[in-house]
């Protein structure tokens, strides 16, 4: 599966959209891009995740570029609860990859009020 | 209802000793997994279970041994435990190894700390 990089951390004003990016340079056309986030004492969540359309859902919405070397996720309107680790991930669907989801260090993101 | 239960949520013993940890999920899903988070907080993936098969079994110490009695269920016995043991043990389930479509529901862990 394609490696990820993320920025390490970032703030977010409470009610403003987070934009959180990710790169994936050497995705291959048959890996989704997921995003899951893990608040502190808690397991990770999904959020969402895509191919190359862009996708929404009552979480979040994915956007993925032309080329598919990155993607962002955007929380619209950010609340204190969304304070967490947000973690990109590439992986295929071919038995090769079944189950493995490679978390790397992910995005602390901090909502301040 | 917890989705994807794991029993018990802290888990305090001496080196050396057998320990189990539980997992039940009652989302009706066919794959089950256990994930380790270590003191860096990286998750890693450690087994998994397709209907009560072993699928995938990652380089961990043989002192780990998965036991799938059905495939709502995943348990985790370790033998002999060891300091570098202590970690954040999470239980995952999914609609299909790969899960496409539907991502991972994980447990709320298991923090494993041995002295």
């Known amino acids: 599966d394609a490696k990820t990089t993320q920025p390490t951390s970032m703030d977010c004003a409470e009610g403003r959209a987070a934009n959180l990016p990710c790169n994936h340079s050497t995705i291959s056309g048959n890996e989704y891009v997921y995003w899951y986030r893990q608040i502190h004492s808690q397991g990770p969540q999904y959020i969402i995740h895509?191919?190359?359309n862009n996708e929404t859902n009552e979480m979040a919405s994915l956007i993925i570029t032309e080329d598919r070397k990155s993607s962002t996720l955007i929380l619209p309107h950010a609340t204190l609860r969304d304070t967490a680790v947000y973690y990109c991930?590439?992986?295929?669907?071919?038995?090769?990859?079944?189950?493995?989801?490679?978390f790397g260090a992910g995005t602390q993101v901090v909502v301040t009020p | 209802d917890t989705a994807v239960s794991q029993t018990p949520k802290y888990l305090v013993t001496q080196m050396g000793n057998d320990k189990s940890i539980k997992c039940e999920q009652n989302?009706?899903?066919?794959?089950m997994y256990w994930y380790k988070q270590d003191s860096k907080k990286f998750l890693k993936i450690m087994f998994s279970y397709n209907n009560k098969e072993l699928i995938i079994n990652e380089t961990v110490p043989n002192r780990f041994s998965p036991k799938s009695p059905d495939k709502a269920h995943l348990n985790l016995h370790i033998n002999s435990l060891e300091l570098g043991d202590s970690a954040v043990y999470f239980c995952?389930?999914?609609?299909?190894?790969?899960?496409?479509?539907?991502?991972?529901?994980f447990g709320s862990g298991t923090r494993l700390t041995v002295v």
């Open positions: 895509g191919l190359k």
């Open positions: 995952a389930s999914s609609q299909g190894p790969g899960g496409a479509g539907y991502g991972y529901t």
């Open positions: 991930i590439v992986r295929g669907l071919t038995t090769d990859s079944w189950g493995k989801l490679q």
């Open positions: 989302l009706g899903h066919d794959t």
